[in-house]
């Protein structure tokens, strides 16, 4: 299940890899203007409305509400949907500042506006013509910004609470590390943060982790832009990845290895470090640990649905020849019958069916004679 897509957006600065290397300027922009006028719309309505709101709705800052959008402030967090969207946005909320702390990651402390869309529709213009269709969120670490899809979006895009844990994960690291984590262990630490445990089951039934065998780090990243299955694939690997490496120190987990790759800038590094050991001997590791777990049992799934698909086929067919071969036998039985009463003699039934005499009876006719 990867259902999150991570992007960036600021003054002048670049779409972050979420939104995929390669994209036009033309693609970033639209991006960042559809976000301007919605949130100008958002923000400055109910701030209107509240300078001329009675003393009662003064009073409750953290429900800004009017005829066409909410605003909820709770905490670091600010939401901004429209009323469909409130309740939704209560919760996500809720739930996002009673666990607003990530593995291995000093507390957070940056702000971060969240943005609702109302509709597919709506998210696809606030996504901007360069993110997949399979993304059902995306975060902007440089505005701290993440837009998402509301109470109407379809089960493919996922859990919102795990949806929306997943990228404020990314602005955690981002704030912490800033642009040192490469897309392999940012998209896998932000699955392991919202405890996507489901990305295991990609694996185990992805036959091409049997049949093309794992990819090295390098090779991963570039399989987030080859597709939606391929991408979906890639998640489940990083997060793995990121798993196995957690799980090297049970007790400090990640925290040792973030505190030396702040300082020295270098992910290698901070592995020798932390843990001992180099980024190509944990590459290594990870590589022949999930080809032993996963590669048989994608292969095992992937044949067992072989067979399952192969019997249904076969099965209709095999049905059909049986009721034919029926058919061509009656067909024969009859014809054989036919070819028998029309190939027997008159004569020699009429001698069959003459009633023999008895030896007085002939005696009779000789005298007679």
């Keep these: 299940m990867g259902k999150a897509l991570r992007g960036r957006s600021g003054d002048g600065g670049e779409g972050r890899r979420a939104l995929g290397r390669g994209v036009s300027r033309r693609a970033r922009s639209a991006v960042r203007g559809a976000l301007v006028l919605f949130l100008a719309t958002l923000l400055v309505a109910p701030m209107n409305a509240l300078r001329s709101a009675p003393n009662a709705l003064r009073s409750t800052p953290n429900a800004l509400r009017t005829a066409q959008s909410v605003r909820i402030d709770r905490g670091r967090m600010t939401v901004v949907c429209y009323p469909g969207d409130a309740k939704l946005a209560s919760a996500l909320l ?8 990530f593995p291995g990651l000093p507390r957070p402390s940056q702000r971060v ?10 998210f696809r ?9 399979w993304g059902s969120a995306l975060a902007f670490p440089e505005s701290r910004r993440i837009v998402m899809q509301g109470h109407t979006a379809s089960s493919d895009a996922g859990n919102p609470f795990e949806v929306l844990r997943h990228e404020l994960a990314h602005l955690a690291l981002h704030e912490y590390l800033g642009d040192l984590p490469p897309r392999w262990f940012d998209e896998g630490y932000a699955s392991y943060a919202a405890h996507e445990l489901d990305r ?15 990819p090295t780090f390098d090779e991963l990243d570039d399989r987030f832009t080859e597709g939606a ?27 040792l290895l973030f505190q030396y790759w702040k300082r ?25 640990r999930t080809r032993r777990r996963y590669g048989g049992l994608a292969l095992f799934s992937d044949l067992t649905l072989a067979s399952i698909v192969l019997l249904l086929l076969i099965a209709p067919l095999y049905l059909a020849r049986r009721r034919r071969d029926r058919r061509r036998m ?9 070819a028998d009463s029309l190939s027997s003699n008159p004569l020699d039934d009429l001698i069959a069916r003459a009633a023999p005499q008895s030896d007085a009876g002939r005696a009779s006719d000789d005298q007679a004679e």
């Design 94 to 101: 809720a739930r996002a500042v009673a666990t607003d702390t």
């Design 113 to 122: 506006l969240i943005a609702i869309a109302p509709d597919q529709q709506r």
């Design 125 to 133: 213009q606030w996504a901007g013509a360069g993110a997949p269709e």
């Design 200 to 214: 295991n089951d990609v694996l185990a039934a992805n036959f091409a982790l049997a049949v093309r065998g794992m």
């Design 229 to 255: 299955t391929s991408a979906q694939a890639a998640y489940a690997l990083a997060y793995r990845a990121v798993d196995d490496m957690a799980s090297i120190d049970q007790s400090r987990g990640l925290a």
């Design 264 to 288: 020295t800038g270098s992910l290698d590094r901070a592995l020798r470090e932390a843990y001992g050991m180099t980024l190509s001997s944990f590459e290594h590791d990870w590589q022949q």
């Design 330 to 338: 009656a067909a024969l039985v009859a014809a054989d019958t036919l």
